[in-house]
Every structure is written in C-alpha cells, then in structure tokens.
C-alpha cells in the first residue's frame, strides 16, 4: 500500500494557541485529501476535503475559520487549529485518495489543549 | 438515517477460529464502493479490502473476505484463522459516486477481541 505521514504524531498546546498539522503522501501524488476528526472510542467523522489549488470543502457543522486546511502541494495539505480551545482537543487523521476506490490513511495527530 | 450499519459493538473470538463482522448499508445511488479498515489501539487505519457495487465476485485479501449481498445491502467481513494481532476496531464504510465526491462515510464500528 501507499504511505501517508502525518506530523506531528503528538501536540500540547495551551487554549488560545494555533496548531498546525501536516499531511503528506510520500510515495503518490493525490489532488484530494481528506481530514478527519475521531473523538474516544467512536468513529471518524469527515471534517473536509482537500483539494490540491482549490478550496477545501467543509462538511455541515465544521467551522471553516476554526479549521484551515491549505493544500498547497500535491504532496501536502495542511491542518491549521486556530485558537484552540479544550474541546478541540482530539485525534486528527488525515487520508490522501490514490485513485477512487485507494484512500490511504496517515498514523493520526493527538492534540491536547490544555 | 445511518447510512452505514454495524451493529456489533464488542465481538470475541478464539485464535485460529474464524469471525464474521456485520455491516449493512444504505444508499439509492448504482454505483459505490464499500471498504473496512481495521485500527489498532495504535491509531493507524488500516486498508483491508474494497469491494465494488458492480463487482460479482466477493473479494478477497488473504484471511479477509468480504460477503457481499447486494439485494440485503450487506457487507460482510469475514476474518479467517483469527490471530491475536487482528485485535482492533473494524469500521466498515461506503463511497458513493451519486455526489460526485471521494468522500467515505463510515460506520461505528466493532471491536474485536482474539482470545488464545
């Protein structure tokens, strides 16, 4: 399979700080990512799609100005929380698709917000 | 309405035993695709197997395989000579083709647990 990295793997930041979050995939080029958010033992909720040179494209209920997503490469898209709060705090993943039916996940991002 | 249906939350099987994992789905588009992933406690997911809505054949990926019943919209994962290192969260989820989008909707989930 196709690798995706995510970094940082880890994150504390104090309320009111911004974090920024990358995605890469390593070994393709993928014009669309994806971003996810999955609180303790429940599943993933989409949060947007990336696409590369366009606009990202937020699903109902995700505050697009809380949450930039830059997908500035076709390599790289990038996960920016602004002014963090404690109840950002929670597990990001990010997925690149390779073609329609191989979307690749990265390891995920555990932010804490103190 | 759920659009993907796993209604076992917690499932346990005996090493070397074979195990089913329950996913039924809704749509009203032709096209789709259905896939399960697994995450370990680690966080990672994992990309086990991919059927497509006009596939005839049931895939398979070594000790996975997938039940595939279209007219009862199910979507089976069967995990064959269980092992101790297939103890995780499975998700089943669909990509639909009606919206024009990539986008995978997923389900709740089960966690299965290898006992020796």
């Known amino acids: 399979g196709a690798v995706v990295s995510q970094h940082p793997s880890r994150v504390i930041c104090k309320s009111g700080t911004s974090v920024k979050i990358e995605c890469r995939s390593l070994d393709f080029q993928a014009t669309t990512m994806f971003w996810y958010r999955q609180f303790p033992k429940q599943s993933l909720m989409l949060m947007a799609t990336s696409n590369e040179g366009s606009k990202a494209t937020y699903e109902q209920g995700v505050e697009k100005d809380k949450f930039l997503i830059n997908h500035a490469s076709l390599t790289l898209s990038t996960l920016t929380v602004t002014s963090a709060h404690p109840e950002d705090s929670s597990f990001y993943i990010c997925?690149?698709?390779?073609?329609?039916?191989?979307?690749?996940f990265g390891p995920g991002t555990r932010l804490t917000v103190l | 309405a759920q659009k993907i249906t796993q209604t076992q939350p917690g499932m346990f099987v005996q090493e070397k035993e074979a195990v089913t994992l329950d996913c039924t789905y809704d749509t009203s588009d032709q096209s789709y695709g259905l896939f399960w992933y697994k995450q370990p406690s680690s966080g990672e997911m994992i990309f086990l197997i991919y059927q497509g809505s006009y596939d005839e054949q049931n895939a398979t990926e070594g000790r996975y395989s997938l039940n595939f019943q279209k007219a009862r919209k199910s979507a089976n994962l069967v995990i064959s000579a269980s092992q101790l290192g297939d103890s995780a969260m499975y998700f089943c989820a669909m990509r639909e083709a009606l919206y024009n989008t990539d986008k995978l909707i997923f389900g709740t989930g089960t966690r299965l647990q290898v006992f020796p």
């Open positions: 997925s690149a698709l390779k073609t329609y039916n191989e979307q690749f």
